[in-house]
């Protein structure tokens, strides 16, 4: 079946502007992650949903950052007013129940670029 | 310091060579150790699963975890140019969230 699309591919803004970057997770997928990779760096976790349970947003780095998941399935992640250094790529994950080891299914994620 | 320590490389060998990949972390809660191998432009994709410590083998690829080191090694045998990517460990403490290392960037030369 399908995997788990992100749009857009690509996003260039100015610094100060909101961005929407989303995720389609795999059909009947219930958990859903989003993270961030810098240049040489690792994936930063940034948040999780599962079902209808209250989202982890341990990992969003500001209250600049939000996101949502409607009727469990796609997810939007916000970033508002922009700075250069919210450029990275983001990544988004979901995978069958969010259970322990679990594999994670990416998708080719959003390349972020603030100017 | 970082749970997870990865050496970012590069690291470009010939092909054909065997490859040593290596995390060492430090929490000794992690029970679950993967490798994730990401093509550029790409999102990682599942490479290796091992459930605390011991071997695991698959084809080319084989995995480590000695946890009484802390230390987990991927080992790719007869190395092609199609393996040239980055390689990310990522370990779980038991419930959703993994903790990755800066990933590794191996360069296989023809």
């Known amino acids: 079946g399908a995997g788990v699309s992100q749009s857009p591919s690509n996003k260039v803004t100015e610094k100060g502007k909101d961005v929407e970057l989303r995720c389609d997770p795999i059909?009947?997928?219930?958990?859903l992650y989003w993270y961030r990779q810098s240049l040489g760096q690792g994936l930063e976790f940034l948040i999780y949903f599962q079902g209808n349970s209250a989202p982890d947003k341990s990992g969003l780095p500001s209250d600049r950052f939000s996101a949502e998941r409607t009727g469990g399935s796609v997810s939007t992640l916000t970033i508002q007013r922009t700075q250069q250094e919210d450029s990275a790529v983001y990544l988004c994950?979901?995978?069958?129940?969010?259970?322990?080891?679990?594999?994670?299914?990416f998708g080719p994620g959003t390349r972020l670029l603030v100017l | 310091q970082k749970e997870v320590e990865q050496d970012p490389g590069p690291l470009s060998v010939p092909e054909g060579a065997i490859v040593s990949l290596n995390c060492t972390y430090s929490n000794s809660a992690f029970q679950y150790f993967m490798w994730y191998r990401q093509y550029s432009r790409k999102g990682p994709e599942l490479l290796m699963y091992?459930?605390s410590s011991g071997n695991k083998e698959d084809g080319r690829f084989t995995a480590q975890v000695d946890k009484s080191s802390k230390y987990i090694s991927l080992f790719i045998r007869d190395s092609q140019p199609s393996d040239s990517a980055t390689y990310l460990c990522a370990m779980d403490k038991s419930n959703y969230q993994l903790i990755w290392g800066a990933g590794t960037k191996l360069i296989i030369k023809p």
């Open positions: 091992t459930y």
């Open positions: 994950a979901s995978s069958a129940s969010g259970g322990a080891g679990e594999t994670q299914y």
């Open positions: 059909s009947g997928h219930t958990a």
